[in-house]
């Protein structure tokens, strides 16, 4: 029976403390469904590997744009010459990130079998959050091929080749990648026309059972409402999500402050919760711009409750009248 090697560069950190998001989340509960039915023998792949430097607690969320670059091409060094160090014929090798991902091209061209779970499609991304869709992705996609062949690639910044460059590359030398939604197939087969469909395999993630019973979200709701002073007249709008540009959390600020001046207002005004911690690149700026939008509302009161995990989060959930999801971009 071959072992799965499951490189993942999110892998063993605190999620009730860490807003990691999707993949580490993925990842845990991968790991512990395979180590309690033990389908086949298992070696996870995380940022231990890299000993010393390998990122502590909150520090991977914190890393500017440069810093995380750098921070997947050294975990890609790590963990490609950890599968170096296994014959090809024992082991498939499942990757749990792109960017974050090992030398696909190298394993690939020596003999290893490869899959890649999609967490977050980074071409679309960019195209969305950076280059505010102004430019489809499959049209940045041609143009970094045009780009390869005139070499000027080498030219590029390190963290451009690991958007465009190490995506290609995923898709090129391994044998299937698993997405999470019709969508994102769709959008890699555009800029891809190249692959196959049935390369690509589609599993939309599902969700576990929380273990936390009513009475322990009661009691922690009790407690978020006595701290925050919440009126029980106003209704109560959720925002639950990290904080980053793509969650689009600064559209609904922006659409109660242009409702505050409709007669359809609430008269008892508004409460809304945004829970989440700044995270990844721009997170910071993002939450500094979401403060001062919350500042400008008259009659809406915003509450910034941080990261919420476990009985917190279940509490909030129960306590709201309205979820809202406003993001600008979901690979989900």
Known sequence: MKTILYTAAHSGFNLGQVPLGGGATICRALEREWTRTHPFPLKILGPEILGAPAPKHKDIIQYSELAYARFCRTFERATTQSV??????????????????????????????????????????????????????????????????????????????????????????????????????????????ELH??????????????????AEAEQEAAKIRQELALSSDAPLLLLLSRISPEKGQHRVLEALALWEQKVDFPKEGLNVIISGEAAYMMGKSYEQKLRKLAGRLKKSRAHFVGYAAEAKKRALFKMADLYVFPSVHESY
């Open 84 to 193: 170096l160090s296994y014959d090809p014929r024992q082991v498939v090798v499942l990757c749990n990130d792109v960017s974050e991902g090992p030398d696909f091209k190298t394993l690939g061209r020596k003999g290893y079998k490869l899959f890649v779970i999609y967490h977050v499609d980074v071409v679309d991304y960019f195209s969305k959050i950076y280059l505010r869709s102004w430019v489809k992705p499959e049209v940045t996609t041609a143009a970094y091929r045009n780009i390869k062949k005139l070499f000027l690639h080498h030219f590029l910044p390190d963290v451009l080749k690991l958007v465009w460059e190490k995506q290609e590359a995923s898709l090129r030398f391994t044998q299937g990648v698993i997405v999470p939604s019709q969508r994102m197939k769709s959008v890699l087969l555009a800029c891809y026309p």
């Open 197 to 214: 469909s049935e390369y690509i395999h589609v599993i939309p993630w599902g969700s576990t059972a929380s273990s936390i019973s009513d």
